[in-house]
Nanobody, 120 residues
């Protein structure tokens, strides 16, 4: 599985962005999908995940209520809608996939990163 993330950019605090992650292959619907983020000097941290069935979603406490993860199996794509962005959301965002996963505890594949910068 190859993952290609896009949609990052520069936005003012309080603004919104939508990240997309397009996956190759015919087995997208078998993968739990998620997003992680990383800032220089810190470990990569979990942001959100959606189970392979699409029936369950998971969020980090810092983004709950502001970010929404969704998937479109017909387009082999997972999305992260980010609202009410804060400067502390600034990071490189990575999409990830786990076969028959839910909360992305054991990532099988990582995508490229997309930079999100939130100005104050």
């Amino acid at each position: 599985v190859q993952l290609q993330a896009s949609g990052g950019g520069l936005v003012q605090a309080g603004g919104s962005l939508r990240l997309s992650c397009a996956a190759s292959g015919r087995t997208f619907s078998s993968y739990g999908m998620g997003w992680f983020r990383q800032v220089p000097g810190k470990e990569r941290e979990f942001v959100a995940a959606i189970s392979w069935s699409g029936g369950s979603t998971y969020y980090a406490g810092s983004v709950k209520g502001r970010f929404t993860i969704s998937r479109d199996n017909a387009k082999n794509t997972v999305y992260l809608q980010m609202n009410s962005l804060k400067p502390e959301d600034t990071a490189v965002y990575y999409c990830a996939a786990e076969l028959y996963g839910s909360s992305l505890n054991r990532v099988n594949y990582w995508g490229n990163g997309t930079q999100v910068t939130v100005s104050s």
